[in-house]
């Protein structure tokens, strides 16, 4: 449903979170996992134990895929329609009444994510700006690595209960390099077992950020573009707290393809780098 608010409070409260997860990482980082498979075990009731990462996995040539056309480059994700089918349907929608076309990007916090999607630069609400809020799809199966395409997703919390939901705006993960504290940390996690190496293996290799884990809707997986999106990722800002780009920066164009159509197996067969850009592209 679209209104006339101003200001979209649940983007401008969850900032404040978003910059309390990350400086947290330093602090709470070995208990990060610890803490949501407790909550998850008591609450949600979500098995951990054969928790999988299928998001670097070859595609099937029938896969959906977002192209991300931008004032700066084109970068593609493949989707998981499986994984968030609610959401994935909610979003293919959207694209395919040419919602995303001429939206902004409008928060860049460097080396941890940037967010898209907003109508105006400065993210306020307009009435076209579609304000459907969908309770969070939490796959066990899919991770904030680098790359990762998620719904911009908040918790709200009332007197009697408390969800997670997503909204229109996209969430788009970086990589935070760890301090030789925090790998130390991690790497004694791993040793230990505390979750399944698969996992910390995936965030060993492709990088990402471990603290957003479980916290957002997950739905896709950037594997195209890497130039671009790293691009997009390092953006000036005009300060630390609005987090907006000094110059303004668009999705020209989203649109709904086919893995088929834009492949790039050499981004699967080898992992992401900045290389692996549309250019290198496999034909067939």
């Not at 400065?122 to 904030?144: C, F, G, K, R, V």
Request: net charge negative; glycine share 6%.
């Amino acid at each position: 449903m679209k209104n006339n608010r101003s200001d979209y409070t649940p983007l401008r409260k969850r900032q404040f979170k978003l910059y309390f997860q990350f400086s947290m990482i330093a602090v709470c980082f070995v208990l990060v996992f610890a803490v949501f498979y407790a909550c998850a075990g008591r609450k949600q009731k979500i098995d951990f134990s054969d928790a999988k990462v299928i998001q670097m996995d070859q595609p099937s040539d029938d896969t959906p895929v977002a192209v991300f056309e931008t004032d700066m480059g084109t970068f593609k994700a493949v989707l998981f329609p499986d994984e968030a089918p609610k959401y994935y349907e909610y979003f293919k929608g959207l694209a395919e009444d040419g919602y995303y076309d001429g939206t902004y990007v409008n928060m860049v916090q460097d080396g941890v994510y940037f967010i898209g999607g907003a109508k105006q630069a400065d993210a306020q609400t307009t009435s076209d700006t579609d304000t459907t809020e969908l309770e969070a799809e939490l796959s066990t199966d899919l991770w904030p690595l680098k790359g990762a395409l998620c719904a911009y997703t908040y918790d709200k919390n009332s007197l009697f209960s408390k969800k997670k939901l997503s909204t229109s705006y996209l969430l788009f993960v970086d990589e935070y390099e760890l301090t030789e504290e925090e790998q130390k940390e991690f790497n004694e996690m791993t040793e230990s077992n505390e979750v399944p190496e698969e996992i910390t293996g995936a965030f060993e290799q492709y990088g990402g950020v471990l603290n957003f884990s479980q916290q957002y809707t997950i739905f896709g997986q950037v594997y195209d573009g890497m130039d671009v999106y790293d691009a997009l990722c390092g953006v000036d800002v005009v300060d630390s707290e609005s987090l907006r780009p000094k110059s303004d920066v668009k999705f020209t164009k989203v649109y709904i393809s086919t893995y088929g159509e834009n492949k790039n197996d050499e981004f699967f067969s080898k992992g992401h780098s900045s290389e692996a850009s549309s250019d290198e592209t496999a034909s067939e």
